[in-house]
């Protein structure tokens, strides 16, 4: 196995050949993920990063949350790189992405989202989708116009920067739709796909904290969200049940039952300070969370702001 050439495939794309202490090194780095695929010839078959025993126990930092009960965070501090293939994010509260581009790949971001790019880089502003591909994204929070950017030459590089404090997370959209919030979508590549979804059940619309227009990703390949304050990721299982303030839901799989609850107890609904209802998740499927909703950071803020009596 240790003198053996390996290869790693993510998003479609097939990177290597690399040596196993490259492997052990990347993955132990968090620039190989778990749910990477490897293969050398002894494998047969693509295998998952996390499945295969010889890395077990190679990765220093905590892992994704694979059962039930568990989370991680997707903080970086400050001076520290969370890295894939093709990407690196940067920062803390405000943070970046930059990611390089092969020669004639193409990715597409919400407008205004360029920080920088360098000069490999060819930007071109258009209507993805015609008039209604416009409507849809003016629905859901974005501008109707999308950015794309294509690579000119291998190793061209392009950054893209949060819209407020929070983080911003890679997802590999490949294995199911992802449903997010509204204004989630930072940027994404070419082979992901971006639509609206429309809540079906009423009271999860009106209650449930994002209203009845979410953004839906699907496709091949990884988009990057935008998720406000700190992002804890949980793994439900089948059944599993979990509670969580309205506005804290930044983003969940397709797979996951998204309904609202009436708080119980009438001490808890008008005195408790959490309103009246609380989202509710159940699982199977994972589910992205954030600790600062903007619109929560928004009502804090207001009560600080001047008034017309105080002028």
């Known amino acids: 196995m240790v003198s053996e050439q390996w290869y790693v495939a993510r998003s479609g794309e097939k990177h290597g050949p690399f040596s196993w202490e490259q492997v052990a090194y990347n993955y132990r780095e968090g620039k190989i993920r778990n749910d990477d695929l490897l293969w050398s010839e002894s494998t047969v078959d693509w295998i998952r990063a996390d499945q295969l025993q010889a890395l077990s126990g190679k990765r220093s930092e905590p892992q994704q949350a694979g059962r039930s009960g568990q989370s991680s965070g997707s903080t970086s501090r400050v001076g520290q790189r969370v890295s894939g293939l093709n990407y690196q994010i940067l920062g803390s509260v405000m943070p970046m992405v930059e990611i390089r581009l092969k020669r004639d790949e193409r990715l597409y971001a919400q407008s205004g989202a360029m920080q920088w790019m360098d000069q ?7 209507m993805k989708g015609g008039v209604i591909g416009a409507l849809k994204r003016q629905v859901s929070g974005e501008s ?3 950015q794309y950017f294509t690579g000119m030459a291998d190793s061209a590089v392009v950054a893209f920067g949060h819209t407020y404090p929070g983080n911003i997370i890679p997802v590999d959209v490949t294995n199911g739709p992802i449903i997010c919030q509204r204004r ?10 971006y639509d609206v979804f429309f809540q079906k059940r ?4 009106f209650f449930g904290g994002e209203g009845f227009i979410m953004q839906k990703v699907s496709g091949q390949g990884t988009v990057f969200l935008e998720i406000d304050g700190e992002c ?3 793994e439900l299982g089948p059944g599993e049940k979990i509670r969580v303030e309205t506005g804290s839901v930044g983003a969940f799989e397709e797979s996951i039952d998204f309904n609202i609850e009436r708080v119980k107890g009438i001490k808890n609904m ?3 300070g959490e309103g009246l209802f609380l989202t509710t998740l159940t699982g199977p499927g994972k589910i992205w969370l954030q600790t600062m909703p903007i619109q929560s950071m928004s009502a804090e803020l207001f009560q600080y702001l001047p008034s017309s009596r105080s002028s």
């Open 202 to 205: 009423l009271g999860a619309g």
């Open 270 to 272: 008008f005195l408790g």
């Open 120 to 126: 490999n880089i060819n930007m071109e502003t258009e």
């Open 232 to 234: 804890i990721e949980k």
């Open 184 to 193: 989630a979508f930072l940027c994404a590549f070419e082979t992901v796909q």
């Open 144 to 146: 109707m116009f999308v």
